[in-house]
Nanobody
């Protein structure tokens, strides 16, 4: 499956962004979908994950309560709604797909990755 993340940009602290990730070339509804982020010199950080049906979600501690992951299986798209953004949320955001809903915070379990979209939050 091919993944295409978009929606990044420059936003002021306290603002919001929504990142869509469109999937093609596979059966989208069969994949668990996740979002990660990375800044230069640091490891890729888990942000959020959503189950195949959308009934289960799980968030990283730094974004819980501010970010929301959702999916539309009819549109083959997963979304990351980011509210109350902080300068420390600045990173390249990646969407990723995996088969199993286990150890979801580990990036090495994801089989497919999008190209990333830059989010910059100014203070």
């Amino acid at each position: 499956v091919q993944l295409q993340a978009s929606g990044g940009g420059l936003v002021q602290a306290g603002g919001s962004l929504r990142l869509p990730c469109a999937a093609s070339g596979g059966t989208f509804r069969s994949y668990v979908m996740g979002w990660f982020r990375q800044v230069p010199g640091k490891e890729r950080e888990f942000v959020a994950v959503i189950s195949r049906s959308g009934s289960s979600t799980y968030y990283g501690g730094l974004v819980k309560g501010r970010f929301t992951i959702s999916r539309d299986n009819a549109k083959n798209t997963v979304y990351l709604q980011m509210n109350s953004l902080k300068p420390e949320d600045t990173a390249v955001y990646y969407c990723a797909a995996r088969s199993l809903y286990s150890d979801v915070a580990r990036p090495d379990g994801y089989n497919y990755w999008g190209q990333g979209t830059q989010v910059t939050v100014s203070s």
